[in-house]
Nanobody, 122 residues
Framework: QVQLVESGGALVQAGGSLRLSCVVL????????VGWFRQAPGKECEFLGT????????LYADFVKGRFTISRDNAKNTVSLQMNSLKPEDTAVYYC???????????????WGQGTQVTVSS
């Protein structure tokens, strides 16, 4: 059973940066990509970006391009999300998820972490 554990969420001032980490435990073949999503209160889960586990590339939502960067360290089974120039509207619970497709669709991700809270103050 694949398990994902996020960390790094915090309270940060607008304009600041934060780095979230996602450790993938007990991963097995057939698991192709790790994506990052977020959900703010009263809003739907929102795709941020995804990274191919085998090194096939990354895909980002248009609204995070230039601000958020996904990196992967396979030796440490870790996928990170670097967030710069944070805004109050970035406040949400951030999740990483593992799935069998290189996709922006939540339905293609089978395994989800517990989430980590990011709060951006103005």
């Amino acid at each position: 059973q694949v398990q994902l554990v996020e960390s790094g969420g915090a309270l940060v001032q607008a304009g600041g940066s934060l780095r979230l980490s996602c450790v993938v435990l007990h991963h097995t073949y057939g698991f192709y990509a790790v994506g990052w999503f977020r959900q703010a209160p009263g809003k739907e889960c929102e795709f941020l970006g995804t990274s191919s586990w085998s090194g096939g590339g990354t895909l980002y939502a248009d609204f995070v391009k230039g601000r958020f960067t996904i990196s992967r360290d396979n030796a440490k089974n870790t996928v990170s999300l670097q967030m710069n120039s944070l805004k109050p509207e970035d406040t949400a619970v951030y999740y990483c998820a593992a799935g069998s497709a290189f996709s922006n669709l939540t339905t293609t991700y089978t395994y989800w972490g517990q989430g980590t809270q990011v709060t951006v103050s103005s």
